[in-house]
């Protein structure tokens, strides 16, 4: 316990010195807008000698709309790093949090009312401090007005080039069939684009503004001014689900962990072979390793039935569960899986005959020669999917990796399409897996792994993997146990 005592002490201090180093970045960076807001105003009172060819006349639009683009992406970084640096303030709270649950529990209940009343000042909530602050929204607020002003000057000065341009743009989208206009007037017919709209109509009915300039360019700076407070809301959304770190997506393996292929194999096994196994027996995968009397060959032979995988039973709950993670929960569902067997291409499976496969069979993988020989040819993916679609088995993603763990490929085509990979990529943040190779490393890229239970899978047949497994892998019996931990979470 004093070993991560003092973690997590170390831990306060370097947390806690990251969150004022971001503080102070996001107070310079406002500063730094300031200057670059500033730069239009000096443009206006000095003279460009460096391009003195160009007209002021031309040069200032492009100042004040350039300005506008920078500023935009220079709000979005202070959002971001703001998001971070609340982030880290959470993160000091559950440290906080952990510290005082060590010192409370040696005090009664009433003591622990004094001392949370009198000492605990500062929140030890990890739902605090929240994104969403309103005095920051009035800070996006002012700067994305001072944005869509700058945008509204530079396009008001270039109203002749525009013209032309949104002219063009007009005929084009008039080739597509698309009514701009039609388009234009929709966005302004939004209740809280109409109400700006009709005060800034007054305006320039006011001062005589020019149609040009009230149908086009105050529609174009509403959608920029609109732009700003939807990219923040989208920042703030992100942050608060935590989905730039993970995102909300279970991936799945299939077998071992949707089928229940131990039993099933057994029972194609016997059915094809005179001695009699049973699933107890698989303490090691794959199966030939742990059983002396299956060899590598009938083993082969079993997964070359195309009956084999189309009769796989389903693991009990796995359908039901699923769904009730994707309609009540909300999660994404991402299923992978490793299937060398039978043919994938269709077009193999329609131009290749037996004699000319019987011909290059040399030339051939063992499995594929099996396949033609035996005239088992099957379209494995096919099979895939109708077996999910049978078994009502909902998912948003279906992977057939190319490469994997124990199946190394050289092209680079393939070399990322595996589980680790694309977990990487779709920063998916839990995993259901029956391999502990497997789940192993994804605990390094996943939230949490879970482990289904089998007889196989009780003990790690390889070295590298530390006896003890990591605390972000859960072994669990059932998808009723999955289930009942994501519920928990949230």
Request: glycine share 2%.
């Amino acid at each position: 316990m004093k070993d991560i005592t003092d973690f997590m002490l170390e831990e306060y201090k370097n947390i806690s010195s990251a969150f004022f180093d971001i503080s102070s970045k996001v107070v310079s960076f406002f500063k730094y807008i300031l200057i670059i807001y500033s730069v239009p105003i000096i443009a206006l009172n000095e003279p460009i000698s460096t391009i003195s060819r160009i007209k002021r006349s031309d040069i200032n639009p492009i100042i004040f709309i350039g300005i506008s683009i920078i500023g935009l992406f220079v709000l979005m970084y202070i959002i971001k790093l703001r998001n971070e640096a609340l982030l880290y303030a959470r993160t000091i709270n559950g440290v906080r949090r952990f510290f005082y649950d060590q010192e409370l529990m040696k005090m009664d209940d009433d003591e622990k009312i004094m001392f949370t009343n009198n000492f605990n000042i500062l929140p030890t909530q990890k739902e605090k401090p929240s994104f969403t602050d309103k005095q920051f929204l009035w800070i996006v607020r002012t700067l994305s007005v001072i944005n869509s002003f700058y945008l509204f000057i530079g396009l008001v000065e270039w109203k002749n080039n525009l013209t032309v341009t949104l002219y063009l743009i007009n005929n084009l989208f008039i080739s597509a069939n698309i009514n701009i206009t039609k388009i234009i007037k929709f966005i302004v017919s939004l209740p809280i684009f109409n109400l700006i709209y009709s005060f800034i109509r007054s305006i320039a009915l006011s001062i005589k503004l020019d149609l040009f300039t009230f149908h086009y360019i105050i529609p174009i700076v509403l959608f920029w001014l609109w732009f700003h407070f939807y990219l923040y809301r989208y920042y703030i959304k992100k942050a608060e689900i935590g989905s730039d770190f993970y995102s909300h997506t279970i991936g799945i393996d299939i077998d071992g962990v949707l089928n229940e292929h131990e039993q099933h194999f057994c029972k194609v096994y016997n059915e094809n072979n005179e001695i009699s196994i049973t699933s107890d027996e698989i303490t090691k995968m794959p199966v030939n390793e742990c059983i002396p009397s299956v060899t590598k060959s009938s083993e082969r032979k079993v997964f070359l039935e195309k009956s084999y995988w189309q009769e796989m039973p389903v693991k009990e709950n796995a359908s039901n569960t699923i769904d009730e993670l994707i309609t009540k929960l909300g999660y994404k569902i991402n299923i992978f899986t490793w299937r060398e067997w039978g043919f994938n291409n269709i077009w193999a499976i329609k131009f290749l005959n037996a004699n000319f496969v019987n011909k290059i069979r040399y030339f051939l993988p063992y499995y594929y020669y099996e396949i033609f020989k035996k005239g088992r040819k099957f379209n494995i993916r096919k099979i895939t999917r109708d077996w999910l679609n049978n078994n009502n088995i909902k998912f948003h993603k279906l992977t057939f990796e190319q490469g994997n763990l124990h199946h190394q490929v050289s092209s680079k085509k393939y070399k990322y399409k595996n589980r680790f990979y694309l977990s990487k990529e779709r920063k998916i943040k839990f995993f259901v897996e029956d391999n502990p190779e497997k789940a192993f490393v994804l605990s390094n890229i996943c939230n949490i792994v879970f482990l289904m239970n089998h007889k196989y899978n009780e003990h790690s047949y390889n070295e590298t993997i530390p006896k003890d497994l990591p605390h972000n892998i859960i072994r669990v019996d059932d998808w009723i146990s999955i289930y009942n931990h994501l519920n928990k979470i949230g």
